[in-house]
Nanobody
C-alpha cells in the first residue's frame, strides 16, 4: 500500500505557472505507475498525465484543449515524489488536482477507477 500527499496548489493568474508535488510513503515507490487527475466543479474527474515506474515513459491526456505541451510530469524515486509542472495556465485548468498510484501501466487515458491509491487533492485556481 502507498499513501499520497499532494502540495503546491494555489491561486495563479492566467499565463502563470505552478508546480504540484506528491509525496509518497509506504511500499516501494518505484513499484508504482504515478498519475495526475483533476476534477473541475460540476465535472467528472479526468486524467491529466502519467509516468511509468522508472520515469522512462510519460503520457498526457489527448482530449481537446489538452494539457500536452503545457504540463510536464516527472518523478524522483529517491525522493519518493512525483511532480506536475504546469505552465501557461488557463482559467479552465481550475480544478482539484489529485495524485494517484497503481502497479499497472494502463496506457492511453485511463479512467480514475483504474488507479488504486489516491491523495486528498490540492486546489488549483487560475484567474483570468
Amino acid at each position: 500500500q502507498v499513501q499520497l500527499v499532494e502540495s503546491g496548489g494555489g491561486l495563479v493568474q492566467a499565463g502563470g505557472s505552478l508546480r504540484l508535488s506528491c509525496a509518497a510513503s509506504g511500499r516501494t515507490f518505484s513499484s508504482y505507475v504515478m498519475g495526475w487527475f483533476r476534477q473541475a466543479p460540476g465535472k467528472e474527474r479526468e486524467f491529466v498525465a502519467a509516468i511509468t515506474w522508472s520515469g522512462g515513459t510519460t503520457y498526457y491526456a489527448d482530449y481537446a484543449d489538452s494539457v500536452k505541451g503545457r504540463f510536464t510530469i516527472s518523478r524522483d524515486n529517491a525522493k519518493r515524489a512525483v511532480y506536475l509542472q504546469m505552465n501557461s495556465l488557463r482559467p479552465d485548468d481550475t480544478a482539484v488536482y489529485y495524485c494517484a498510484a497503481d502497479p499497472v501501466w494502463f496506457g492511453g487515458s485511463p479512467s480514475d477507477w483504474q488507479y488504486d491509491y489516491w491523495g486528498q487533492g490540492t486546489q488549483v485556481t487560475v484567474s483570468s
